[in-house]
């Protein structure tokens, strides 16, 4: 009996889909238990014939949208968990069996989401990212609301990470499909709209790859880290209105629609041309609910300083965040991720 399909997805890139792939093959859990299924817009005969030896399903496709190539594979899958990995990360060889047991220990389990650690090109280990908790931490269905706060960043980032029973995703296959790039946030507001209990794991079970990619953060390259970020914030404000969509409380839409506003300021702080995304009024209401921000201090501090001189001096304030603050918050990333660090270790 198949449990968990195991869904990856692709785009234009296909030098490490061989690698995802095999991660997902190689796993310690018994093979009846699983699926894999990868959708993609290209056809690779190395890859389709690999795919093909193996049993899995290759699903080819033209739609655009990370969340609409989701949709197709959801559509075929089989297994009652969705397991998803991107084209170009890995999967720990204990990864499918600590989710298989999860949800096996927890019968009223909804959402699983572990730790993870970067990786580069050579599959070398670069930073050993802070887990969402110290300890793995089970939380209620009637508790969800309560830790919103804590697990709202990091519980709903990395897709690789994630794990969802498929009813939870069924009713909102629609929306899912017009998500450009925050399918991983999607799927965690799902989940925490759901009757169902949440497993953060301290374990760090996905490896998440660095590499030049427009899609993916770019590394030792300045100019290329604010095009990255660009297309990256602008991909956010279209996918976190349909998220706020979704949101069943008014403390969850207030979280969304701040963050929502904290995008839409930096993308008019970074590109002078794309000030007209942000309404004045729209970011005076974030100032005064300042206590709704939740990220890293740097950001918190740059929100604040930065939000109060764009509306008193837009051209002051696009001046000194680019002259002062991008060029902090692209030392935060590489720094972050071990990139000017030479304490790397081979994954194997």
Known sequence: MINISVIIVAHKNRGYLLQAIKSVVNQTLDKSQYEIIIVKNFSDKTIDNFIKNIGAKNILTSIPTKG?????????????????????????????????????????????????????TKNHILHERHSLVKTTLYIKNMDKMEHLSLILDRAGSALGSCAIRKNIVLGHMKTLSKIISRSDTFLFYLAM?????????????????????????VTGDYKKFINWLILRY???????????????????????????????????????????????????????????????????????????????????????????????LYNYYTEGIGLKTSKHRVYS
């Not at 998803?84 to 499918?96: A, I, R």
């Not at 759901?194 to 427009?214: A, G, P, V």
């Open 68 to 120: 609409g190539k989701l949709v197709l594979g959801i559509k075929c899958a089989s297994g009652n968990i969705l397991v998803f990995l991107d084209d170009d990360d890995l999967f720990k060889k204990e990864k499918l069996m600590t989710v298989y047991g999860a949800f096996s220990d927890y019968f009223d389990l909804g959402y699983y989401h572990d730790g993870f650690r970067y990786i580069n």
């Open 193 to 217: 709209i759901s009757e169902y209990s949440i497993l953060l794991d301290c374990k760090k079970l996905t490896f998440y790859r660095i590499h030049n990619s427009e899609s993916n953060f």
């Open 234 to 328: 602008k991909a956010a404000i279209y996918d976190l209105p349909l998220i706020i969509s979704i949101a069943k409380t008014r403390h969850m839409e207030k979280q969304l629609l701040f963050k929502l506003i904290d995008y839409k300021l930096i993308l008019s702080l970074t590109k002078k041309n794309h000030h007209n995304y942000l309404n004045l009024t729209d970011l005076i209401w974030a100032l005064t609910q300042y206590n709704y921000y939740k990220g890293s201090k740097l950001g918190k501090s740059a929100f604040l300083q930065y939000g109060i001189l764009y509306l008193i001096y837009p051209k002051l304030a696009r001046l000194r965040y680019n002259k002062n603050y991008l060029p902090r």
